[in-house]
Nanobody
Framework: QVQFVESGGGLVQPGGSLRLSCAAS????????MGWYRQAPGKSRELVAI???????NYADSVKGRFTISRDNAGTTVYLQMNSLKPEDTAVYYC??????????WGQGTQVTVSS
């Protein structure tokens, strides 16, 4: 079973930036579509960014133009560059397969808090 470890979260002021990283225990990012999800308090988990194995990207409307998903050439780390952060971006962020119906075991996630 693949294990994901997310990192890079923290407290940032509105308008600030963070770069999240996701490491997998197996080199799968070049095989599967990968996604970044987030879950805010009291809300269901939502998919915010997808990177296909061929390199295509797709974003939720709420983050389009502000977030960028990418991966390293080795296919072992996926990143989420988050710019122009807003308080409504506050959530725990997770990575997993980009197909929401085919997700693997979830990691611990990384907390992102946007507040002044």
């Amino acid at each position: 079973q693949v294990q994901f470890v997310e990192s890079g979260g923290g407290l940032v002021q509105p308008g600030g930036s963070l770069r999240l990283s996701c490491a997998a225990s197996k080199s799968i990012f070049s095989i599967y579509s990968m996604g970044w999800y987030r879950q805010a308090p009291g809300k269901s988990r939502e998919l915010v960014a997808i990177l296909t194995s061929s390199g295509r990207t797709n974003y939720a409307d709420s983050v389009k133009g502000r977030f960028t998903i990418s991966r390293d050439n080795a296919g072992t780390t996926v990143y989420l560059q988050m710019n122009s952060l807003k308080p409504e971006d506050t959530a725990v962020y997770y990575c997993n397969r980009g197909e929401a119906s085919l997700t693997l075991s979830w990691g611990q996630g990384t907390q992102v808090t946007v507040s002044s």
